[in-house]
C-alpha cells in the first residue's frame, strides 16, 4: 500500500461548479498535511496547510480526518485557472521533516 | 523576496557521468531538500540539509549525494550517471529545525535532468 494514495482523475468541471477529492494516508502518526497545487512541468506550490479542525481559504476547503486518516479539499465555484494537478502530501514524521507526496489529482475546469 | 533559485535549468549528461545541480533557498530559510519527480511519478523525496548537515535521506543510492554550504545554498551531485536518473530535480526550503513539524517548504523551478 502506498504511503499517501490519491484519485489520479482526470476531474472534468464544469467552469462555476464544486469538486472535491480525497487522499488517503496510511501512517496514523503522521504530523502535518498540506495540499500543493502543480501545474504542468511546473513546480508545486504550497495552496494550504490542512489543519485539525478544518481550513478555509476563499474558494478552497480542506478537511482532516485523523480516525479514517484521510484529508479532503474542497474548491468551489471553479475557474478556469483551477486547472492544475492537486499533490496530497504528508509529513509522516515529526521531526524529519520528509514529505511524502501522493501521486496527484488532475482537474481540469472546462467552460 | 526572492523565491528559492535553481541551476542550471536544464542539464543534459551522458550515462556514465557526474551531475551538479545548485540551489538557492528563501532568504532566512536554514533547511533545504531535495526531490526527484521522473516523468510518470509522484515526488520522491532525496536529501535534507539543514545548518549544514545532512538531517534525512530517502531511499536513492549513495551516487546522490549533496551538501549545503554555510550560506545554505545546496548542491545535489549525481554520479555515474543511469538513464532512469533523467528525471525534473526540485530542491525546496523551509525555515528549519527552529520550526515544528508544520514548517511549510517552498520549492525552487526545478533542474530537468537528461541523460542520454
Known amino acids: 500500500r502506498k504511503e499517501v494514495e490519491q484519485d489520479p482523475g482526470p476531474f472534468n468541471v464544469p467552469e462555476g461548479a464544486t469538486v472535491a477529492f480525497n487522499c488517503t494516508y496510511s501512517?496514523?502518526?503522521?504530523?502535518?498535511f498540506f495540499w500543493y497545487r502543480q501545474d504542468c512541468r511546473k513546480e508545486p506550490k504550497l495552496l494550504m496547510s490542512v489543519y485539525s479542525s478544518g481550513n478555509e481559504d476563499g474558494r478552497f476547503t480542506a478537511q482532516l480526518n485523523r480516525a479514517s486518516q484521510y484529508i479532503s479539499l474542497l474548491i468551489r465555484d471553479s475557474k478556469l485557472s483551477d486547472s492544475a494537478t492537486y499533490l496530497c502530501v504528508v509529513n509522516p514524521e515529526a521531526a524529519g521533516n520528509k514529505l511524502t507526496f501522493g501521486g496527484g489529482t488532475r482537474v481540469l475546469v472546462k467552460p | 523576496e526572492a523565491g528559492v533559485t535553481q541551476s542550471p535549468t536544464h542539464l543534459i549528461k551522458t550515462r556514465g557521468q557526474q551531475a551538479t545541480l545548485r540551489c538557492s533557498p528563501i532568504s532566512g530559510h536554514t533547511s533545504v531538500y531535495w526531490y526527484q519527480q521522473a516523468l510518470g511519478l509522484g515526488l520522491q523525496f532525496l536529501l535534507w540539509y539543514d545548518e549544514g548537515e545532512e538531517r534525512n535521506r530517502g531511499n536513492f543510492p549513495p551516487r546522490f549525494s549533496g551538501r549545503q554550504f554555510p550560506n545554505y545554498s545546496s548542491e545535489l551531485n549525481v554520479n555515474a550517471l543511469e538513464l532512469e536518473d533523467s528525471a525534473l530535480y526540485l530542491c525546496?526550503?523551509?525555515?528549519?529545525?527552529?520550526?515544528?513539524?508544520?514548517?511549510?517548504?517552498?520549492f525552487g523551478p526545478g533542474t530537468r535532468l537528461t541523460v542520454l
Open positions: 501512517n496514523s502518526a503522521s504530523q502535518s
Open positions: 525546496a526550503s523551509s525555515q528549519g529545525l527552529a520550526r515544528t513539524f508544520t514548517d511549510t517548504q517552498y
